[in-house]
């Protein structure tokens, strides 16, 4: 991602927050420049700054309007109550108007400031040119000067990530599947699969960046979610959970991705009690079908635009066109986990979008979030013009 981005610093709490969250925004391609007041320099000083972000740092009581003007985005992380003070006083009334987006400011309250309301009555006197990142409910020891509430790393990142993406999936109420399921046997053992959920949480964050709601109904993931304020997770286990869930919030969406890698059978009688191993070398566990999620959604008369995924190890094009057809899905994206660096448990995938309307679309072998970013970009097209 390319872009300028000015991060405004003040007091002891950027001792929490800066260095990660330079590193983070020079992570993600951008240009940063940290404006830095006073106080700031007491605990962080500008070399530090400028050897973090690798930019000459700003006097934050010098900065110009030109400056200021030229920056894709604005950000006080963390914001001491003085800093707020002061972008919301009359010297900065006309600085934000100039600005391209809202100025990002993530507080850093005392705990006895997180009193019930304060957040929404701080939002309401900051007003629409600016974007309020909250602060975790539980408090961050900051050594000997006490402890601070303010929000994650992540949690300013992706608001930042997500101001300067084009939000051309706004429109989009998007439910997700993601992850394996676990078919509990007893209290000790369950059937499951290698999927760790990386790419239902991929396309759920890029959604998320590009305006879109997303519901990420997932199994028990060994990938975590970054929390994003667009993207509501609920965590099931089985696949008659994942169905249910799925059943439930549907008619909320006009999109849906079911990329879960859901296990196709369960032990048909759960024992409350462990299974005892017995003298025999064998041992056989009666397994039943699960519901197939995907085809029960793509049969419902009226249902949202819908994107099927098929891991696949042999016949990859002809299992996926099938599948595409017999699950009623308007997309279906094919993998070949038998191909090195596709699949499951590696960071890149290489997928073939197949479409209800003949054709289809290779792409390349890339990373996951791209993979993700390619399949939004084919699915937006033909969401908008089926609409
Ligand atoms: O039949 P297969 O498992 O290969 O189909 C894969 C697609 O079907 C994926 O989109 C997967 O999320 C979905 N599926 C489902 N419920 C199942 C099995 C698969 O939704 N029980």
Redesign the pocket.
């Known amino acids: 991602m390319r872009g300028k981005v000015i991060v405004l610093a003040d007091g002891p709490a950027v001792l929490l927050r800066v260095p990660a969250l330079l590193n983070g925004l020079r992570a993600a391609g951008l240009s940063v420049t940290v404006a830095s007041s006073e106080s700031a320099n007491i605990f962080m000083p500008p070399l530090a700054y400028a050897a973090l972000s690798g930019r000459a740092s700003l006097s934050l009581s010098a900065l110009s309007d030109e400056q200021l003007g030229e920056a894709d985005l604005v950000m006080a992380v963390p914001a001491s109550l003085q800093l707020l003070d002061l972008l919301s006083g009359e010297d900065w009334e006309g600085r934000l108007q100039a600005l391209k987006r809202p100025l990002l400011i993530a507080p850093a309250l005392l705990p006895t400031d997180m009193q019930p309301g304060f957040l929404d009555e701080l939002a309401a006197r900051l007003g629409s040119r600016f974007a309020l990142v909250r602060p975790s409910a539980a408090a961050e020891p900051l050594g000997a000067l006490g402890a601070l509430c303010v929000a994650s790393v992540e949690q300013c990142l992706e608001a930042a990530l997500t101001a300067l993406t084009p939000p051309d999936c706004r429109d989009m109420r998007l439910l997700i599947?993601a992850g394996p399921?676990a078919e509990d046997a007893d209290p000790a053992r369950y059937v499951t699969n290698r999927s760790t959920g990386r790419m239902g949480v991929a396309l759920a964050l890029k959604a998320a960046r590009r305006g879109a709601k997303v519901l990420l109904i997932h199994g028990p993931m060994t990938w975590p979610v970054p929390p994003h304020a667009g993207i509501e997770c609920c965590a099931v286990r089985s696949?008659q959970q994942?169905?249910e869930a799925?059943m439930v919030r549907l008619s909320e969406h006009n999109a849906a991705?079911?990329?879960?890698?859901?296990?196709?059978y369960r032990p048909v009688a759960y024992s409350r009690e462990k299974i005892k191993k017995g003298q025999e070398s064998t041992f056989s566990l009666l397994l039943q079908?699960?519901?197939?999620?995907?085809?029960?959604?793509g049969a419902l008369p009226s249902r949202p635009f819908l994107?099927?995924?098929?891991?696949?190890t042999n016949e990859v094009e002809a299992?996926a066109r099938e599948?595409l057809y017999r699950?009623g899905?308007d997309m279906?994206?094919a993998n070949d986990i038998s191909e090195a660096g596709s699949g499951f448990a590696v960071a890149t995938n290489r997928v073939t979008v197949h479409f209800r309307d003949g054709g289809c679309q290779e792409l390349p072998m890339q990373s996951k979030l791209d993979v993700a970013d390619a399949i939004l970009d084919l699915m937006l097209a033909r969401w908008q013009s089926a609409r």
Do not use: Q
Not at 257 to 264: G, P, Q, Y
């Open positions: 599947t399921t696949a994942m169905y799925v991705i079911l990329c879960a890698a859901v296990a196709d079908r699960t519901p197939d999620i995907l085809a029960a959604v994107v099927g995924f098929a891991a696949e299992n599948k699950k899905c279906l994206c």
